[in-house]
């Protein structure tokens, strides 16, 4: 039972479910539902798909991440980023409004799906830490501009295309000269509005005497609002005689199940699309779930998570759909209007179901301004250029790797800016843990504690050389530590031990370990014996499974001050006098208090 509990979380929440939970679930799917419609048909439009699309999209993916999701608070469908990513890997393989298109995004997201869930039954989520958040918060930020840039031609009524900010500007530019004015006033227009629906409207409608509760739906209702509006004008008007385009006849209907095409090279073409797209929204999914979690003290599993997120990719494929992650808008409104269970969404696939079957009729007439101006207001909410500025003071390295994400992805779209994320964050990562730090440490006087010579008041002795290394060892940075160590034993020809102090080595994989023995070897033909102190349990244990400690020149301690007594207990006497002197046989090393 409690494998099935594990890949089936209803099974848990599911066994405690009670009426007023059901209540609170409803009133959250009916915000939800109101919200995602029209984020739906914007989205797909987004993705070169026909608008219902987006509306399929959004039915049995919820249902399916009820089944298997663990976050309870989060909204499964259609976003922005993946809308932009399933733009650019199925636009390369065929032109928009055909069915070798919409076959593409299929199985993309089928694809998607299915490397999720293996993804989740292996227990790869680590593999998604290659993703540093300076890098998602990069790729996201540059991600909205592009998203934002694209939408221009819909607000102006005008042709346009391009991959990257620079196609997509030069292309408007060009045909600026066409510029449908009537649309223009359409998409300004929505376009404030929304921004003031966003910020404005519930303390407007607060300081009126509406209830808080009340308010705060009828904002997030804005976007509906400017739906019915825009296209009833249209329809009374005639606007689509005039030039205005229009979302045009959406098919009524629930999606009839389908099939992802099975093309082998179709499939291999999409398959590094597919992995980009897994993680990103993996990433972006896991992000939300656990910060909603948290607040409720609650938990998710991220394995389970990455079926969650695969089922519902597999789901949306034989709906008809396109890949689906966790959205972080519609999450944190399905959170604060009171979700309680994955079931929210389960009753917002309802609710879609219904306006797919009944109110597709009423949107013929909708204006694409308006779908351009929703899609606009959301993805500039997740553009955070401020970012830059707080990672620059912080890590230079990883304002590298933010800076140069934004610039690639921007300048060459977005499958190769993720991609030059990734190999940063990689290589940045390797290239600061090849030189880890390394400090020759001294007994605080009075204290058992060990601190750094140059940053603290401590006394050394001149037989013990004692190196704090800061960081675990591996192949990177095995030769520098080898040559660190020559280096001050050569500084130091009074030398008679090294202690290799390692509180902070979780690991030393082969390499090190050979640089170990070396080292050992080395010191040994030198007259100088070399000792360990403070290594951990595991890495003793890996240790202890080889001839290393018979062979090693001195000895292995518990904790540092024990190797001071056994090795200088002179300078270990002198260091328990609060006011040390220097004597023959010890030094005392000041430095910066911190």
Not at 12 to 41: C, E, H, K
Not at 95 to 110: P, S
Not at 136 to 141: A, E, K, N, P, V
Request: aromatic share 8%.
């Amino acid at each position: 039972m409690s494998l099935f509990k594990r890949y089936l979380p209803i099974l848990t929440w599911g066994a405690s479910y009670t009426r007023d939970t059901a209540t609170n679930d409803l009133v959250a799917a009916v915000i939800v539902t109101i919200m995602l419609i029209p984020q739906s048909l914007a989205y797909a439009l987004l993705a070169g798909l026909p608008p219902e699309i987006g509306l399929y999209a959004s039915i049995l993916p919820l249902v399916a991440y009820a089944l298997f999701g663990t976050s309870r608070a989060l909204a499964v469908g259609p976003v922005a980023v993946v809308s932009l990513m399933t733009a650019s890997a199925v636009g390369e393989l065929a032109a928009q409004g055909t069915a070798e298109y919409l076959g593409a995004a299929i199985a993309l997201a089928f694809l998607s799906g299915l490397m999720l869930v293996l993804m989740g039954v292996f227990r790869l989520g680590f593999l998604a830490n290659l993703l540093s958040h300076p890098v998602i918060s990069g790729f996201i930020t540059a991600s909205g501009i592009i998203i934002a840039a694209s939408q221009l031609k819909h607000i102006f009524g005008i042709p346009s295309g391009g991959h990257n900010l620079y196609e997509i500007v030069v292309s408007v530019a060009s045909h600026l000269g066409e510029t449908n004015l009537i649309t223009l006033a359409i998409g300004i227009v929505a376009t404030a509005f929304l921004f003031w629906v966003r910020k404005g409207l519930k303390p407007f409608l607060v300081a009126r005497g509406l209830r808080p509760r009340l308010a705060d739906i009828l904002a997030k209702a804005g976007p509906v609002g400017a739906v019915a509006v825009t296209t009833l004008v249209a329809a009374a008007f005639s606007l689509g005689d005039k030039g205005v385009r229009l979302v045009g006849d959406i098919p009524a209907g629930l999606p009839t199940p389908t099939l992802p095409p099975f093309d082998a090279d179709l499939w291999l073409q999409l398959a590094g699309p597919a992995l980009l797209i897994s993680v990103i929204g993996f990433v972006e999914s896991v992000s939300v779930a656990q910060t909603l979690a948290a607040k409720k003290r609650q938990r998710i599993v991220p394995d389970q998570e990455l079926i969650g997120l695969g089922a519902s990719n597999i789901a949306a494929a034989v709906s008809g759909g396109y890949p689906v992650t966790g959205g972080f808008a519609r999450s944190v409104v399905n959170f604060d209007a009171g979700a309680e269970t994955p079931a929210a969404g389960a009753y917002t696939a309802v609710g879609i179901a219904l306006a797919t079957l009944f109110l597709t009729p009423l949107l013929t007439n909708l204006p694409q301004a308006t779908l351009a101006a929703t899609i606009i207001v959301a993805v500039l909410s997740l553009v955070d250029l401020g970012a830059l500025k707080r990672t620059f003071l912080y890590s230079r390295s990883d304002f590298a790797a933010m800076a140069a994400t934004i610039l690639v992805t921007l300048g060459f779209g977005v499958e190769t800016g993720v991609v030059t994320g990734v190999v940063l964050s990689i290589a940045l990562y390797l290239y600061r843990t090849s030189r880890p730090h390394m400090a020759v440490v001294g007994i605080v006087p009075g204290t058992e504690h060990f601190r750094n010579i140059k940053r603290h008041v401590v006394v050394t002795g001149s037989k013990v050389l004692t190196v704090r290394v800061d960081e675990s060892l591996y192949f990177a940075n095995s030769r520098y530590l080898e040559d660190r160590i020559y280096e001050l034993v050569a500084e130091r020809p009074e030398i008679e031990h090294v202690v290799l102090m390692c509180p902070a080595v979780n690991e030393i994989d082969a390499s090190a370990f050979e640089s170990l023995e070396e080292i050992n070897r080395r010191l040994s033909d030198s007259g100088v014996k070399f000792h360990l102190s403070e290594v951990k349990g595991p890495v003793m244990d890996r240790l202890e499974r080889t001839d290393f400690l018979h062979h090693l020149s001195g000895r292995v301690f518990l904790t540092q001050y024990q190797a001071l007594c056994a090795l200088d207990p002179h300078t270990a006497h002198v260091s328990e006098a609060r006011t040390p002197k220097k004597s023959a046989h010890s030094d005392v090393w000041a430095g910066p208090e911190i």
